[in-house]
């Protein structure tokens, strides 16, 4: 697995590491950071397997619209400013079985030059101890005696989202869309 993805932009490659996606969406989406870098790697492999993603062609639909997620999104392709990211929490798939986040589901679509993917990571990443936590810890006072002990949850997340097969963590679903 490569530690970084790829796009195009009119000033050439734009190579960019699950770092400087958390350094953009900062420690607080650290695990959305991660997610995105997963699903970025996965799906622009697929869309355009010979070469990178030119990044002001993609569109996306995405079921989950939380901010960690809306700027690795920004980050990576400008769609959040340039009107190419529907936000919709009721976005459903047929095949698609995601796991529930707080505020719609973890299911993505990408799409680029009249290619989509359906892609969602598997529920036992995003199950019902990380949707506790993160309602009760994400938007609390640091120093909350409780609240470092999230910190390290979250740094246990990231280690598995980074260090789970492609196979294990992620689902998806190609779409032609010619």
């Not at 997610?35 to 355009?48: K, N, P, T, V, Y």
């Not at 999230?150 to 740094?155: E, N, V």
């Not at 963590?169 to 032609?176: A, P, S």
């Amino acid at each position: 697995m490569s530690n970084t993805i790829s796009v195009y932009d009119r000033d050439g490659e734009i190579i960019l590491s699950q770092e400087d996606l958390r350094k953009y969406a900062t420690n607080e989406n650290i695990i959305a950071a991660a997610l995105m870098f997963r699903i970025c790697q996965c799906a622009f492999r697929q869309l355009s397997p010979s070469r990178p993603v030119f990044r002001r062609e993609l569109y996306w639909q995405i079921g989950f619209p939380g901010p960690g997620i809306l700027d690795c999104i920004e980050m990576i392709s400008h769609a959040v400013r340039e009107g190419r990211c529907l936000q919709n929490p009721t976005f459903s798939h047929p095949k698609a079985d995601p796991p529930k986040s707080l505020l719609g589901h973890f299911l993505f679509e990408i799409s680029y030059r009249g290619k989509s993917i359906v892609i969602w990571p598997d529920k036992a990443v995003f199950d019902d101890e990380f949707r506790h936590l993160v309602s009760t810890w994400q938007y609390a006072d640091e120093n909350n005696e409780g609240y470092q002990n999230y910190l390290m949850y979250k740094a246990k997340k990231v280690k598995q989202i980074m260090s789970m097969t492609e196979e294990q963590l992620l689902h998806f679903e190609i779409l032609c869309n010619i």
